[in-house]
């Protein structure tokens, strides 16, 4: 078993900056990549960022050089980051983190609203 749980949204004009954060905890051991998802109303969930336990990243376009994923990881836990920068509106989405190989069940995301 694995548990997700997502931290770090809030309400951000445009151009400002997030950092979210997400907590792994379980049998992570087995787990040798985590990305970020992101999803907007009436869309479908879409991966927007993904780093590998050796630290290569992944990045959709819309998203690349404005995001940075990164991961840590402290005993039993490991701890998945998400800084967002110069965010747009069109950023606006829950996000969430998952592993893209396992597909663990979702956690409760963490919203992420940008205004104009």
């Given at each position: 078993?694995?548990?997700l ?7 951000v ?17 087995r ?8 999803q907007?109303?009436?869309?479908q969930?879409?991966l ?12 959709a376009d819309?998203v690349?050089?404005r995001f940075?994923?990164s991961?840590?990881r402290d005993?039993?836990k490991?701890?998945?980051?998400l800084?967002?920068?110069s965010?747009?509106p069109?950023d606006t ?8 190989a ?5 956690g ?9």
């Amino acid at each position: 078993q694995v548990q997700l749980v997502e931290s770090g949204g809030g309400l951000v004009q445009a151009g400002g900056s997030l950092r979210l954060s997400c907590a792994v905890s379980g049998n992570i051991f087995r787990i040798n990549a985590m990305g970020w998802y992101r999803q907007a109303p009436g869309k479908q969930r879409e991966l927007v960022a993904r780093i590998t336990s050796g630290g290569i990243t992944n990045y959709a376009d819309s998203v690349k050089g404005r995001f940075t994923i990164s991961i840590s990881r402290d005993n039993a836990k490991k701890m998945v980051y998400l800084q967002m920068n110069s965010l747009k509106p069109e950023d606006t989405a829950v996000y969430y983190c998952n592993a893209p190989a396992w597909s663990f069940d979702w956690g409760q995301g963490t919203q992420v609203t940008v205004s104009p």
